[in-house]
């Protein structure tokens, strides 16, 4: 792959179609975005609770340098509305987190979770048919045996490709408040999921317990000073995970040090600068996504306003930590009476760990090349990125003068907020969340 940060100003370009609806519902809003571990599969959760994976077409054979654009492979609705009648409290159907297993036949698996019931799916494909049962006819109906004079043998028919998904597991009844996080071991045999107080470990195999492996609630409640943001489990060594604070600070652990892992290995913090004290602070601090490199020797953790990469070696501070939108620190008072400084943006990494993205408000989201300190910001919208167009970098404007293509900090909109994105394991492909729409943009020297 060649060099990409000498393209990061000008590189993606979004496919033949924007998936989206002209007139949204509140359940079309996308929830989450997830590619599978080769790529050749996306997954979307939205707050209506459905699920719906992407697919990429073959190479064709006229322009076998380019790869196809992604089109729906299936749909599903993985979660419905409840009510919990003990608490009077009803529970969203809203996806929160979606994670994919490695593949290891021809059906495909995935995690699902809304706030309380995580769920396993198996989505496969049918292109044939039974025919010739003995003690059926053909619309499925029972025979009278009496009639039956001759055994036959069943066949199996072509027929159109059907994608089925089907409940394979529903882990439920293990989580007090909302589930924020799910995480699949390495070893592929167990999965851990977070609320705001606990985590729990599950296998893959056992629905009805899991094992409590974090628990931070207090005896007195009133003395709860933080809650769990976070936590995902280390790329390559199984018995290691991460989990973040709304204090700003991470804390790694290890399972073979003991069973509850209430006492950490490390703790990462970076000491604030008290010049910079606000009422806000702590607000703006809370770490909203925390992500381990594909390495595993590095670990991304995304506040309001910065990225931070922390060496796991280096507790004291962050090796490297980037601005995402720095003119908001002046807005903080108002982003806090409409409630936009509670948001939770989520960061990712590229398939070498050599870039990082997040997004903003207005529909921009950053990158970050980590090797030469460049970044840009782009914009994810329908009036500037019709198909096949290179997308242009964009710059905001927090006083004086104004250029032509740059956007006063007063004008951002920000009700339009790219929370969640997904990369590609091994390409240059971004997939990003803009409210009901899913924009997927491809490296334009691919």
């Not at 979660?79 to 919990?84: A, R």
Request: with cysteine; hydrophobic share 35%.
């Amino acid at each position: 792959m060649k060099c990409f940060s000498r393209y990061l100003p000008y590189i993606f370009r979004p496919p033949n179609t924007i998936l989206s609806c002209s007139c949204h519902t509140e359940a079309d809003i996308i929830s989450t975005v997830e590619f599978n571990h080769t790529g050749e599969l996306l997954a979307t959760g939205d707050k209506g609770g459905r699920v719906v994976i992407f697919q990429r077409e073959q190479e064709s054979k006229n322009q076998p340098h380019r790869r196809g654009e992604y089109n729906v492979y299936s749909t599903f609705q993985s979660h419905e509305p409840e009510f919990d009648y003990l608490k009077s409290l009803e529970i969203e159907e809203k996806i929160n987190k979606i994670r994919w297993l490695p593949q290891q036949n021809a059906a495909y698996f995935l995690l699902s979770t809304n706030d309380k019931t995580v769920k396993l799916w198996k989505v496969s494909e049918r292109d044939k048919r039974p025919e010739g049962y003995n003690l059926k006819d053909e619309d499925g109906r029972l025979r009278d045996p009496s009639m039956i004079t001759m055994l036959r043998v069943p066949v199996l028919r072509p027929m159109d490709l059907m994608v089925e998904a089907t409940p394979r597991r529903v882990f439920a009844n293990a989580h007090t408040y909302h589930i924020n996080s799910i995480s699949v071991n390495s070893d592929y045999e167990t999965y851990m999921s977070a609320d705001d107080l606990r985590i729990n470990l599950w296998n893959f195999e056992i629905t009805n317990q899991s094992f409590n492996i974090v628990d931070i609630k207090p005896a007195n409640m009133e003395e709860l000073t933080e809650v769990i943001t976070a936590a995902e489990f280390h790329p390559h060594h199984c018995n290691t995970f991460v989990y973040s604070s709304s204090k700003g600070t991470i804390r790694l652990c290890d399972m073979r040090a003991s069973a509850l892992c209430d006492r950490h290995s490390k703790f990462f913090e970076e000491p604030e600068d008290p010049s910079n004290r606000s009422f806000f602070s702590e607000i703006i601090s809370s770490i909203s996504d925390v992500k381990f490199s594909h390495s595993g020797r590095y670990i991304m953790t995304r506040d309001y306003l910065t990225i931070k990469v922390w060496d796991l070696n280096m507790e004291n501070r962050p090796i490297e930590t980037y601005q995402v939108h720095d003119y908001l620190r002046s807005k903080l008072c108002s982003l806090y009476e409409n409630d936009c400084i509670f948001d939770k943006f989520e960061c990712v990494w590229n398939g070498s760990d050599s870039v990082i993205m997040t997004g903003s408000y207005n529909n921009f989201f950053r990158m970050f090349d980590r090797n030469t300190k460049r970044d840009v910001t782009l914009e994810a919208s329908r009036e500037n990125s019709k198909p096949r167009a290179i997308l242009k970098p964009r710059k905001v404007c927090v006083g004086g003068k104004r250029r032509k293509d740059e956007i006063s900090v007063d004008s951002l909109d920000f009700s339009k907020k790219i929370l969640h994105t997904a990369w590609h394991p091994s390409e240059n492909i971004i997939a990003v969340a803009a409210t009901n729409n899913l924009y997927i943009f491809q490296d334009k020297v691919n």
